[in-house]
């Protein structure tokens, strides 16, 4: 066998590759199967057995795609073993899209089993939507809460495109279809055009306020101006049920399912399954203006809006 040192080298530099790249393979392939179960699990949620709770967590940005929080509302809903949601929103709003689909499966959850809300810093617009088929809302006194109303706007930048000389021509295959453009003004029967859609997802949104709050609709209409409340002045006008935190909600919603004081409380959704490194991430971007867009997604909020800015 031949014993040349610069070969024998290469063959065990080679060895320790071979061992490297094994090595990243098998941990590879465990994350993947990790991350794998915890999706196939509801987003963290195991299923357990005895009669709990279960705990999901509305924050940041509501994206036109929820799916994840939804399959996660629907896993538990199913599961027998699941007695109640307590729903933790601390959200300004976001894609009226993904709001009345969060909504609906909150509806749906709760005409089958209690369902509790926790609002806290903000929960306003889509934030507010998504809540108000709980049983009871819970606020704190300086959460800011309502600011029912959608927003639809776009970007005109011809004014700056006239003054550099840039010309834009547009084809379209009909007079709506160029309306809202970013090179071109909006025109009056495009302003008119989108206003009618602006109302109608207005309506939806009182409609759904309305029904689950059990409020007349003209009533919602006062309301309903896009200003936002606190959590103080939300109360008398019927917009939350109680002034109080979490674990005010939690005990609430203990009593209604008929639990012991000492119930498990298990988290759901992809809020659940987020590292370390990604929550750290979180928070950090949370204080960077806009930056939620960046994590939701550069198609979050596709179409309109109902969100809350300061």
């Not at 998504?130 to 029912?148: D, Q």
């Not at 970013?182 to 207005?202: C, N, T």
Request: charge should be neutral; hydrophobic fraction near 45%; include cysteine.
């Amino acid at each position: 066998m031949d014993t040349d040192p610069d070969i024998c080298l290469r063959a065990t530099s080679l060895h320790r590759r071979l061992l490297l790249w094994r090595g990243g393979a098998v941990a590879f392939f465990v994350l993947a199967c990790i991350v794998a179960f915890g999706r196939a699990s509801g987003g963290g949620w195991t299923g357990h057995q005895a009669p709990h709770l279960v705990h999901l967590k509305v924050q940041g940005v509501i994206g036109a795609d929820e799916h994840e929080n939804v399959e996660a509302l629907n896993r538990a809903r199913d599961d027998a073993a699941v007695r109640g949601l307590l729903l933790e929103v601390n959200s300004p709003g976001g894609a009226v899209t993904g709001g009345e689909v969060l909504h609906d499966a909150v509806a749906a959850f709760a005409r089958r089993k209690p369902v509790v809300v926790s609002m806290g810093s903000v929960a306003a617009s889509a934030g507010y939507m998504v809540s108000t088929p709980a049983s009871r809302i819970f606020a704190n006194r300086s959460t800011l809460t309502g600011s029912i109303g959608v927003i639809l706007e776009s970007p005109d930048v011809s004014p700056l495109l006239d003054r550099v000389g840039v010309r834009v021509d547009q084809l379209v295959s009909g007079p709506m279809k160029g309306q809202p453009s970013v090179v071109k003004p909006l025109s009056p029967e495009g302003r008119a055009m989108l206003q009618g859609v602006v109302s109608d997802l207005y309506d939806f949104f009182v409609t759904v306020v309305a029904q689950d709050r059990h409020m007349p609709a003209g009533r919602v209409r006062e309301l309903a101006d896009g200003r936002p409340f606190t959590g103080q002045q939300a109360l008398p006008l019927g917009l939350v049920d109680e002034i109080g935190n979490m674990d005010d909600a939690r005990k609430w919603l203990v009593k209604k399912a008929i639990l012991p004081d000492d119930a498990k409380v298990t988290d759901i959704g992809p809020a659940a399954t987020r590292t370390r490194w990604q929550r750290l991430l979180s928070g950090i971007l949370s204080v960077v203006p806009g930056a939620e867009f960046v994590l939701k997604g550069s198609s979050a909020l596709d179409g309109a809006v109902a969100i809350w800015k300061l």
